[in-house]
């Protein structure tokens, strides 16, 4: 069979590799980047070993981009290293260190110290490193199980044995990194969490802020809406509660207008920035009674795709932010204004670049 590869695939830079800020809905200036070359080795349970060479993360093994080829099977290891150093100025109080996702399950340590464990192929997970981290080089290390079929987790469409009426329905499994690698600094306490949720009968949105690290005597935060570099509100919110922030004469998002409000919160030494879109989805009866869906109190048509979200040379994984824009921008140049994912979670910016842009997302729910 023919390996198929996008322009982007060919166009694959080796020492930057999904650079962008891959959290867009909590942004700050520390960010480091550790995707790009690792030392892997794919061994039996139990069994002693050296790495068998480099793999590029956040490909998986089984991808052409990884410049691995080889898949994971049930009851094997998929072991990871990475060296690093910190850039100088980088550390402040506390190192956060975040994985996007990691299929299936995962031990992470560093220098030797087990920092955790996590569970699921899809979702983000993160940990404090600040206690483990050493002076100058750091050793970053994986070990990793993906059962597949074999066990009842979240897979989507992955199988390794495709057979029957429906075997075409079925996509290549993949294993271990699959979304982007990197850290942050963060000074004590920090904005943990944010909640954005829009009010539109209200004319307000609500924001909760999650605090993380020590409690600070006073734990308030500022909160300031933006529309481009203009405030348009300023409100003082409690850390670990909701804010409601009313919202004079605003405008609305949709599809054919995808405006976007900006948000800026600082706790104590920590500042975020975010976004927001003021709409309102429901399921209303239309003037004959009708159950219909309504966008902003008016009816409207999800007129839409079925995305599997798969590419030939990264599966699961985009090879570029441009690849990703690239789809949605082509999809409502067609006309479309919805896409509905299907059993994938889609890195972050994708559904950035949805709200920007203007579409609809329908989320499946990854099937075990």
Known sequence: MKQLITRWGRQLDKNHILQEYPRPSLVRDSYFNLNGEWEYAIREAGENFSYDGKILVPFSPETLLSEVGRTLLPGQFLHYRRKFTLPP???????????????????????????????????????????????????????????????????????????????????????????????????????????????????????????????LENGRAEITILEGETAVALSWGDVNGETVIRLKDFKAWSPESPHLYGVKVTLGQDTVSSYFGMRKVSVERDVRGILRFFLNNEPVFFNGVLDQGYWPESLMTPPSDEALLYDIQKLKELGYNTIRKHIKIEPERFYYHCDKLGMFVWQDMPNG
């Open 89 to 215: 100025g980088f550390r402040k109080d506390r190192v956060l260190l975040h994985f996007g996702a990691v299929d299936q399950e995962c031990k992470v340590f560093l220098n030797g110290t087990r920092l955790g464990n996590h569970r699921g192929g899809y979702l983000p997970f993160s940990f404090d490193i600040t206690e483990q981290l050493a002076k100058g080089e750091n050793e970053l290390t994986l070990q990793v199980r993906d059962w597949t079929e074999q066990r009842p987790h979240a897979r989507g469409k992955q199988k390794l044995k495709k057979s029957g009426k429906y075997a075409s329905l079925f996509y290549t499994p993949q294993s271990g990194i699959w979304k982007t690698v990197w850290m942050e600094s963060v000074p004590n306490p920090y904005i943990a969490r944010l909640k954005i949720t829009p009010l539109f009968d209200q004319g307000a949105v609500s924001v909760f802020i999650g605090g993380g690290g020590r409690p």
